[in-house]
C-alpha cells in the first residue's frame, strides 16, 4: 500500500511564499512523474507542475516564473516552491505520483492541503 501526504499549506498575504511537500510512503519500488495539481472553489482540477523521473519538470503558464517544482528521490518527496503568491493562486492543492511497487504500476493521490493567499 502506498500512501502520500502533503504539508505546508497554510494562510499567506499577497506576494508571499509557501513550501509545498508530499512525502510517499509504502511498498515501494520506483517513482516515476511526480505532479502537483489544485482545484479553486468552483473550478475544475488542474495541472499546476510536473517533475519526471530525470528531472524534467513543466508548468502551467501562469505559475511560470513564480513556482519551482523540486524532488528528492531518496526521500520519496516531491516539493512545490511557490513565491510572489497572488490571491488567484488560493486552491487546494494535491500532488500525485507514478509509482511502482511489487504488485503494479499506478497512480497515487494525497489528501490535498489548502493554500490561502490574502489579498
Known amino acids: 500500500q502506498v500512501q502520500l501526504v502533503e504539508s505546508g499549506g497554510g494562510l499567506v498575504q499577497n506576494g508571499g511564499s509557501l513550501r509545498l511537500s508530499c512525502a510517499a510512503s509504502g511498498s515501494i519500488v520506483s517513482m516515476y512523474g511526480m505532479y502537483w495539481h489544485r482545484q479553486a472553489p468552483g473550478k475544475q482540477r488542474e495541472l499546476v507542475a510536473a517533475i519526471t523521473g530525470g528531472g524534467i519538470t513543466n508548468y502551467v503558464d501562469s505559475v511560470k516564473g513564480r513556482f519551482t517544482i523540486s524532488r528528492d528521490n531518496a526521500k520519496n518527496t516531491v516539493y512545490l516552491q511557490m513565491n510572489s503568491l497572488k490571491p488567484e493562486d488560493t486552491a487546494v492543492y494535491y500532488c500525485?505520483?507514478?509509482?511502482?511497487?511489487?504488485?503494479?504500476?499506478?497512480?497515487?493521490w494525497g489528501q490535498g492541503t489548502q493554500v490561502t493567499v490574502s489579498s
Open positions: 500525485n505520483a507514478d509509482i511502482r511497487t511489487a504488485l503494479r504500476l499506478a497512480n497515487y
